[in-house]
C-alpha cells in the first residue's frame, strides 16, 4: 500500500512538474501586426502574391540589369543577409524576402510546401518585380531552391551562389533540437503552443561555426519570429513535404556558373556536400571557410561576401 501511495505521489510529481515546464515555456503564436515595428522598418515592404503578403526588402540600383536575390534557410528571415546586402547594394540590386511559412510572410494558403510550390514562388515574385533574370543565391534549404529554380527556369538565372546548400541526403553530425522536434509528429502540438528561449538558443548555436558569436538579439529575431502566427505548423509541414535529396539527381543539370561557399565546421550540412556540389556542377568553384558553420554567411558577413564580389566582378 505504501509503495503504491510513493508511486502516485512520485507521478503527481512528474505531471507537476511537466506542468511547470509547460506553463513556463507556454508561447502561443504571434499576430504578425505585432512583430513588423521592431522586424519590418523601412526599407521592408508588404507585396501581395499568390495569397499572402510579402515580406520584402529591394535595394540599391533599379539599373542593374541582375539583380542578386538572396533566399534564406530555414527557420530564418530575409535579416540573414543584411551583412551581405550592406555590401552590395551600393552597386547591384539586391533582393531579399521571408519565404512562405518563414519570417513575417507566414504560411502558404494552400498548405503546400514542396520544393516545386517554392521554385513556382520565386518566379512569380520575379515576374511581379519586373526582374526577367537574376544572380540566386542561397542557403541551406534556399541553396536547395536556389538551383532548382536554376534547372526548372535556366533563363531566369545568370549565375548561383550556394552557401551550405541542401541538395543531397545527408547525415547530420548535430541537428537543432527544434528541427528534431519538428520532424516527430506527435510532439507537434508541443511544439505549435511552447517554444523555450532556450531551445531556439540552442539551435542557434549549434549551426554557428564560433557559438560565442550568438548574441541575446540574435536569439530574440529567431524567437519572434518563429512565434509568426502559422510559422511553426508550416515548419512541421516543409519538412514532412520536402524530403532531402528528392531531386538529387538533377543537380548535375545546372549549367550556370557557380560559386559553392561552405562552412568547414558545418555539423548540420557536412562539408563533404560541398565537394559533391563541386563534382556534380561543371565549371563550379568551391570556397571553405574553415572556422564557420551552416551560415557562414551571417556568421562572417565580411569574409563569405568578398568571395561574392570576385565572383560577381566582371
Known amino acids: 500500500m505504501r509503495a ?3 508511486a502516485a505521489g512520485v507521478l503527481l510529481a512528474l505531471v507537476a512538474v511537466t506542468g511547470v515546464g509547460v ?17 519590418a522598418p523601412p526599407p521592408s515592404q508588404f507585396v501581395p502574391l499568390q495569397g499572402m503578403q510579402v515580406h520584402l526588402r529591394d535595394e540599391g540600383p533599379r539599373t542593374d540589369p541582375q539583380p542578386i536575390v538572396l533566399l534564406h534557410g530555414t527557420s530564418a528571415s530575409l535579416h540573414t543577409w543584411d551583412g551581405w546586402t550592406d555590401a552590395l547594394k551600393g552597386e547591384r ?6 519565404l512562405p511559412g518563414f519570417g513575417l510572410t507566414g504560411p502558404m494558403p494552400d498548405g503546400d510546401y514542396r520544393l516545386t510550390r517554392y521554385v513556382s514562388f520565386v518566379i512569380a515574385l520575379l515576374d511581379q518585380l519586373g526582374v526577367q533574370q537574376a544572380v540566386l543565391a542561397g542557403n541551406s534549404f534556399g541553396g536547395n531552391l536556389a538551383w532548382k529554380v536554376a534547372v526548372d527556369h535556366p533563363q531566369r538565372v545568370s ?5 551550405d546548400a541542401a541538395g543531397y541526403p545527408f547525415d547530420p553530425a548535430s541537428m537543432p533540437i527544434g528541427f528534431k522536434i519538428a520532424q ?3 510532439l507537434r502540438p508541443m511544439m505549435e503552443h511552447t517554444l523555450p528561449r532556450s531551445m531556439i538558443e540552442s539551435s542557434v548555436r549549434n549551426v554557428y561555426g564560433d557559438p560565442a558569436k550568438v548574441t541575446p538579439e540574435l536569439v530574440d529575431r529567431y524567437l519572434e519570429l518563429t512565434l509568426r502566427a502559422g510559422n511553426r505548423g508550416a515548419l512541421v509541414e516543409r519538412f514532412r513535404q520536402s524530403p532531402s535529396g528528392e531531386f538529387t539527381a538533377q543537380i548535375p543539370q545546372v549549367r550556370q556558373p557557380t560559386l559553392i561557399l561552405w562552412g568547414g565546421q558545418d555539423r548540420l550540412i557536412p562539408p563533404d556536400n560541398a565537394l559533391h556540389l563541386q563534382r556534380d556542377i561543371a565549371g563550379s568553384r568551391l570556397v571553405m571557410f574553415d572556422a564557420l558553420g551552416h551560415v557562414p554567411h551571417e556568421e562572417d558577413p565580411a569574409q563569405t561576401v568578398a568571395a ?3 565572383f560577381l566582378a566582371p
Open 4 to 6: 503504491g501511495k510513493i
Open 23 to 39: 506553463a513556463l515555456s507556454w508561447a502561443p503564436d504571434r499576430p504578425v501586426e505585432t512583430l513588423t515595428a521592431r522586424w
Open 93 to 98: 540590386r539586391v533582393i531579399r524576402m521571408d
Open 159 to 163: 549565375k548561383l551562389v550556394l552557401v
Open 184 to 186: 516527430i509528429p506527435a
Open 308 to 310: 561574392v564580389q570576385d
